[in-house]
């Protein structure tokens, strides 16, 4: 069975976030079509949240390289006003941990046993940031034995340096994720 995994769509990382992805809202309507299909198909979808403590080692105010974004319980950290949020989604929180950085929604979750007890076998992906959390995802996805597609229109990168999404869409590609 297929599931949806919707990754950090969170005003941070939105256009007027702390650690805004260029075009981060662009997503949100190819993202919006495939939840609902999901829905209507009654297949399962997971929202993902960067959620981290206020001291989290990822802040450049602790030594890390990105500034402060998606605290827990801030305005930042809410999922953008217009994704559409299904009664039935799974929401998982990752990066909880003040002294451990987490890309992938996997990392620390038991996302991936609660996916294979209910015969998930295949992820279709999209959301935010392509060379982070959405690359970090994909790719624990695919070592822990799921297919992965991800929809090519309704991912951005961050783009700290210039080329790393096209990197990280290279990079998923050689390792075997389907871009659809
Ligand atoms: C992310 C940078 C820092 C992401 C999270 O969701 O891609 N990027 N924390
Ligand atoms: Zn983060």
């Known amino acids: 069975m297929k599931a949806l995994i919707v990754v950090d769509v969170q005003n941070d990382f939105c256009p007027g976030g702390a650690l805004a992805v260029p075009e981060g809202d662009k997503i949100i309507d190819p993202i919006n079509k495939l939840i ?35 605290v827990a319980g801030t305005v ?13 989604a799974i929401l998982v929180s990752k990066a909880t941990e003040y002294d451990k950085e987490a890309y992938s929604g996997f ?23 392509t060379d982070y959390c959405v690359k970090n995802t994909v790719l ?3 070592k822990l034995g799921f297919k992965v597609s991800i929809v090519s229109e309704a991912i951005r990168a961050v783009n ?21």
Not at 76 to 88: C, L, N, Q, R, T
Not at 119 to 128: A, C, F, R, S, T
């Open 36 to 70: 609902k299909q999901f829905e209507a198909d009654e297949l399962p979808i997971v929202f993902t949240r960067d959620w981290h403590p206020k001291n989290h080692i990822s802040f450049k105010s602790n030594g890390g390289i990105w500034p402060e974004h998606c």
């Open 76 to 88: 930042g950290a809410e999922f953008h006003k217009d994704i559409y949020f299904p009664s039935v």
């Open 107 to 129: 990392q620390g979750t038991g996302l991936a046993s609660w996916l294979r007890q209910i015969d998930v076998d295949e992820v279709i992906v999209g959301g935010l940031a």
């Open 140 to 142: 624990d996805a695919l």
């Open 160 to 180: 700290l340096n210039k080329n790393d999404g096209e990197l990280a869409i290279n990079e998923m590609k050689q390792k075997g994720v389907k871009f659809i």
